[in-house]
C-alpha cells in the first residue's frame, strides 16, 4: 500500500506559460511584450493524495491548473501523466488519444454561476459526458446519472431542473458530478468553495473529502483560502508570481513556515479567536505586475530581509531543506 | 453609561417583487455606542447589507422601508426630508460599498470623485479640496499621492482601489461609518494592510463603525460587539468575546464549526444542514427551526423574541437558557 502511494501520479517539469501582450490597432499588431504568467515550476502528485496550490491572485495558480488539462498550451515544460508525456498526445491530433487522456483528468470551475450552461437541464449537463466519451451504453446512462446525483447528494428529481432553480451549493454539486460522470482519476478544483456561504462551504468541502476516499481519486486543489487547504490537502506549494516558493507536508509548512512571503501569508490569515495574540507580518506594496517581474529573486521587492544574500541579483530555485520541505529562499541554505 | 450613536428598532425592509414580497429585514434592532465597532455576521441573504442601505435610506427599488426607527444622535432618520438627508450622507454617516470595482465612477478621475464629497459637504474652493483630497491618499497610504490622484479607477488594482474607497468615505470625518464587507474582495495580505488601516485611522479619528462581514477571521479582530443576523431577523448580540466563547444562539454556534480553522484540525467538518431559506415566504416561528438541531415544537410556532438572559448578551431564542451549546473555542479553552 505504502508503495503504491508513493507513485508519481502527475508530474510537472519546468512548466513555463507566457501569454504575449500585442500592441493596439488591428491590421499591424506588434508583440510588445510577455505575461509571466508561470515561469518555470515543477512538482509532483502521488496517486490518491490532495495536493493543494496557493497564493494570490495573479500568481498562476489557475494558469497552471489550465495548463495541466492542455486548455492553454504550455509554452515549454513538461507534463507527465503515470510517467506518460501529455503535451505528445495532446499535439498528435490523434482524437480519439486526445479523449482517453482527457477522461482520465477533470475540471471543477471557480464559479458554479458561469461554469453551467443556463439552458440545459442538469440531466443534460451530466449526460454529455456520456455521449462525448461513449464509455456508457445507452441503456446504462440514466441510471449512472442518478447514481452520479446520489453520490454527489442531490435528489432524483432535480434531474429535469436547470441551473437557475438551485443555489451556489448545489451548482456546485451539479459541476461535480459532471466531472465525475467520466470517471477521472485526477480532479482539479480551482477555488470550488469561493464564491460559497460558508455553512454550505463545509458541505461541500466534506463531500469532496468523502469523494476522494470512496473513489481513490487524486486532486488538485487551488485555492487562496489557506484555511480550507490546511483542512482538505496532504501537501501544499505557495506559489508567488508564477513560481513556486514553498512546497512541504501540509503540518509542516503551518507549523514552520520557512519562506519569508509563506510567514506574511500565514500570519495574516484572520483567526477566528479574539484572543489570539496576533503577531502580523504586514507586506508592503502590492505583486508587481508579471510583465515586468522583478529581478533576482520575486520577492525581493517585498522582503525585509532582501538587502543580504544577493536577493536582487540572484534567482533563487527550491531547495530541499529535509522532509521534504522545499524552499526557493536564501536564507534558508544559511 | 455609554452613549448610544446609533439605535436602530424594529426595523423592516421589504422588497415588493414580481414573485411576492421579500422579507430582506424583518425587524432587525441594532445598536452602536460611540466609538466602538459593531460587527454585524451572517451569510448572503441575512438581511446584512440591506440594513446598511436602509440606515442612510438608500434602498433600491423595489425596495422600501416598511417600518422601524434609525435614530442617530437623538434623530429619527427616517422622518427627515430628502435635503435633510443628503446632509447626513458622507458628512455625518460615511458608508464603504462592497465591490470597490462597481462603487467607483469609471469615467472620473480619483480627484474629481473624492473632491465632488469634499465639495459638497464643507465649504473650501477648488484648490483646497485638492489639497485635502492629497491629504487623505496620505492617510490611506496610498504612494505618490499628486500623481495617483489623476489617475481612473481602472489603473488602479484592487487593494488601492478599496484605499480609494476608504479615503472617500473618511472624506468629511465622519462619526459613523458602515463598512459593507469591506476586504472580501481582497487577497489575504492586502486585507490585512485594509484592516490594519481602518483600525488605526478609527482610533486616530474617533469614529463609530459598523463592520459588515461573513468572515468571522475578520470580526474576532476588529470588531467589539457582533450581531448575528439570520435571514432578516438578529439571532444574536453580544461582545466579542462572549459570540466566541460562550454563543447561546445554535446558529451562530453553527456558524463557529462550520468554519476549518487553523489552529484545530478536524477530520470533518461541521455542517449546517438545508440552505438559507426563500425569504418570500419564510419559515413560521423562528426562522432557523428547519435547520436547528434543538428544534421543539414551539420554534415553529411562536416568534423569538430578542433578550437579555445576561448583561449585555441578547438572544432570540426559545430555547437559549436550556439548552447547552458549546463553540469549539470554549471547549478549547476548558480544556487548557
Known sequence: MKRLLDKKFLEVEDLVKHYPIFSRGILLKKKIGVIHAVDGISFSIKKGETFGLVGESGCGKTTTARTILNLDRPTAGKICLEGNE??????????????????????VFQDPYASLD???????????????????????????LYELLDLVGLEDYHAERYPHEFSGGQRQRICIARALAVE?????????????????????????????????MTYLYISHDLSTVKHICHR?????????????????????????????????????????????????????????????????????????????????????IGNGHLVACARAKA | MVKKILKIEQLKTYFYTWAGIVKAVDGVDIDVNEGETLGLVGESGSGKSVTALSIINIVPSPGRIVEGKIIYKGENLLEKTENNLQKIRGREIGYIFQDPATSLNPVFNIASQLMEV??????????????????LFRLVEIPDPEI???????????????????????????SLLLADEPTTNLDVTIQAQILQLMKSLKQKLGMSMILITHDMGVVADVADRITVLYAGRVCET????????????????????????????????????????????????????????????????KIPTLEEIEPEHFVACHRALEIDIKSPLGVEKAAR
Open chain 1, 86 to 107: 501529455t503535451g505528445k498526445v495532446f499535439n498528435s491530433r490523434n482524437k480519439k488519444e486526445i479523449l482517453k487522456l482527457r477522461r482520465k483528468m477533470q475540471y
Open chain 1, 118 to 144: 443556463p439552458r440545459m437541464t442538469v440531466a443534460d449537463i451530466i449526460i454529455e459526458p456520456f455521449l462525448i466519451h461513449s464509455h456508457i451504453p445507452k441503456e446504462k446512462r440514466l441510471n449512472r
Open chain 1, 184 to 216: 477521472p482519476q485526477l480532479l482539479i478544483a480551482d477555488e470550488p468553495v469561493a464564491s460559497l456561504d460558508v455553512s454550505v462551504r463545509a458541505q461541500i468541502l466534506n463531500l469532496l473529502q468523502g469523494l476522494q476516499q470512496k473513489l481513490q
Open chain 1, 236 to 320: 501544499v506549494a505557495v506559489m508567488y508570481l508564477g513560481k513556486i516558493v514553498e512546497m512541504a507536508e501540509t503540518d509542516e509548512l503551518f507549523d514552520s513556515p520557512i519562506h519569508p512571503y509563506t510567514q506574511a501569508l500565514l500570519s495574516a490569515i484572520p483567526v477566528p479567536d479574539p484572543e489570539t495574540k496576533r503577531s502580523r507580518i504586514i507586506l508592503p506594496g502590492e505583486i508587481p505586475s508579471p510583465i515586468n517581474p522583478p529581478s533576482g529573486c520575486r520577492f525581493q521587492p517585498r522582503c525585509i530581509y532582501a538587502k543580504k544574500h544577493g536577493c536582487l541579483e540572484v534567482a533563487q530555485e527550491l531547495v530541499d
Open chain 2, 118 to 135: 469634499i465639495k459638497r459637504h464643507q465649504n473650501v474652493t477648488k484648490k483646497e479640496a485638492l489639497e485635502k483630497a492629497i491629504e
Open chain 2, 148 to 174: 495617483k490622484i489623476w489617475n481612473y479607477p481602472h489603473q488602479l488594482s484592487g487593494g488601492m482601489k478599496q484605499r480609494m474607497a476608504v479615503a472617500r468615505a473618511l472624506s468629511c470625518q465622519p
Open chain 2, 238 to 301: 453580544a461582545e466579542t468575546k462572549t459570540i466566541f466563547y460562550n454563543p447561546k444562539h445554535p446558529y451562530t454556534n453553527a456558524l463557529l464549526t462550520a468554519v476549518p480553522s487553523l489552529a484545530l484540525r478536524r477530520d470533518k467538518l461541521a455542517v449546517i444542514p438545508g440552505t438559507i431559506p426563500n425569504l418570500i415566504e419564510p419559515p413560521s416561528g423562528c426562522r432557523f427551526h428547519p435547520r436547528c438541531e434543538y428544534a421543539k415544537p414551539i420554534c415553529a410556532e
